[in-house]
């Protein structure tokens, strides 16, 4: 099993940051992609923002210039960076890692999920 857990979520005001951290553990072999998702009431989970082993990042159109995906490999974490925050962003971000244990095991982990508030 790999587990993935997230902190960093928060109520923050318009125009405020935040930074989420994942970070996993369980019998982690390699870690291909790690990215954050998010869930608003009502609505789709969807893609906010990828990181691949070697550092390559996607983005949702509505994130790009203002979120910003890291990884460190060591420590098998992955962070957002989310500035100038807006209230659409209000969502439950679910953290997401996919790659393969011991054994050649392939994994498709998800966090708990962090809810985050943006106030107007």
């Known amino acids: 099993q790999v587990q993935l857990v997230e902190s960093g979520g928060g109520l923050v005001q318009a125009g405020g940051s935040l930074r989420l951290s994942c970070a996993a553990s369980g019998s982690i072999s390699s870690i291909n992609t790690m990215g954050w998702y998010r869930q608003a009431p009502g609505k789709q989970r969807e893609l906010v923002a990828v990181?691949?082993?070697?550092?390559?990042?996607n983005y949702a159109d509505s994130v790009k210039g203002r979120f910003t995906i890291s990884r460190d490999n060591a420590r098998n974490t992955v962070y957002l960076q989310m500035n100038s925050l807006k209230p659409e962003d209000t969502a439950v971000y679910y953290c997401n890692a996919n790659g393969l244990m011991g054994w050649g095991i392939r994994y498709d982990s998800w966090g708990q999920g962090t809810q985050v508030t943006v106030s107007s």
């Open positions: 990181i691949a082993s070697g550092g390559s990042t």
